[in-house]
């Protein structure tokens, strides 16, 4: 791989939905291609903020993440004007763990964090994130949860609450996130993650030949 190409890694979700900032950095940008795969595997998908599981706010973090990005993307024609592409891996619902009237919750009575509150991403906060990059999603759909494991019995409630109702908009607002049709890829188990990373960055690689 050119040394040319360097990434950085952040996560979602390391901190509590109620205070700022819920981006969390795992490796600045880099060429050094082994220390970014060490870096990797130090990557804990569910850190559980306030001991409960959750606290993903995309349109926070990708805010923050945008601060970090260039005023402007690049035509990759040089190193100081890079071509930039920012991949999204989610699965493009939005978890809180502050009441809001606004949006369906669940209370977890005496759980820290007590509700959880969900909504669809938002895709408007893609847009300004745009001018300075490229945006690439890979879309990690929820599997339905059935009582008793058993679709006889139907959704299991939390299911039914906080994610079903978002079924349809989710891929719709994921789809709208990305810079064009080619950069939105659906993965659902481990082995098309991957295919879908790799999807992804050949076509960054062969960008000045994407078309919207």
Same mark, same amino acid.
């Given at each position: 791989?050119?040394?040319? &190409?360097?990434?950085?890694?952040?996560?979602?979700? $390391?901190?509590?939905?109620?205070?700022?900032?819920?981006?969390?950095? &795992?490796? /600045?940008?880099?060429?050094?291609?082994?220390?970014?795969?060490?870096?990797?595997?130090?990557?804990?998908?569910?850190?559980?903020?306030? /001991?409960?599981? /959750?606290?993903?706010?995309?349109?926070?973090?990708?805010?923050?993440?945008?601060?970090?990005?260039? =005023?402007?993307?690049?035509?990759?024609?040089?190193?100081?004007?890079?071509?930039?592409?920012?991949?999204?891996?989610?699965?493009?619902? !939005? !978890?809180? !763990?502050?009441?809001?009237?606004?949006?369906?919750?669940?209370?977890?009575?005496?759980?820290?964090?007590?509700?959880?509150?969900?909504?669809?991403?938002?895709?408007?906060?893609?847009?300004?994130?745009? &001018?300075?990059?490229?945006?690439?999603?890979?879309?990690?759909?929820?599997?339905?949860?059935?009582?008793?494991?058993?679709?006889?019995? /139907?959704?299991?409630?939390?299911?039914?609450?906080?994610? $079903?109702?978002?079924?349809?908009?989710?891929?719709?607002?994921?789809? %709208?996130?990305?810079?064009?049709?080619?950069?939105?890829?659906? %993965?659902?188990?481990?082995?098309?993650?991957?295919?879908?990373?790799?999807?992804?960055?050949?076509?960054?690689?062969? =960008?000045?030949?994407?078309?919207?």
């Amino acid at each position: 791989m050119s040394a040319r &190409v360097q990434f950085a890694i952040y996560t979602m979700g $390391a901190g509590d939905s109620s205070g700022a900032n819920l981006l969390k950095q &795992v490796s /600045g940008l880099s060429n050094n291609y082994s220390g970014l795969l060490s870096s990797v595997t130090n990557i804990d998908l569910e850190p559980g903020a306030q /001991g409960v599981i /959750g606290d993903t706010d995309i349109e926070d973090a990708m805010t923050a993440l945008q601060a970090k990005l260039p =005023s402007t993307n690049g035509s990759g024609a040089t190193q100081a004007n890079a071509l930039n592409f920012v991949f999204i891996v989610t699965d493009g619902l !939005d !978890d809180f !763990d502050t009441y809001n009237y606004n949006l369906p919750c669940l209370n977890n009575g005496p759980l820290p964090g007590g509700y959880r509150c969900t909504q669809a991403l938002n895709d408007s906060v893609c847009t300004s994130m745009k &001018v300075s990059a490229n945006i690439g999603v890979i879309y990690t759909p929820y599997l339905p949860l059935y009582n008793y494991n058993n679709s006889s019995y /139907g959704y299991y409630v939390s299911y039914q609450d906080l994610v $079903a109702q978002y079924a349809s908009t989710i891929p719709a607002n994921l789809q %709208a996130c990305a810079t064009n049709s080619s950069l939105y890829i659906s %993965a659902s188990d481990g082995p098309t993650l991957v295919s879908a990373m790799m999807t992804l960055f050949g076509r960054a690689m062969n =960008s000045p030949y994407l078309k919207s």
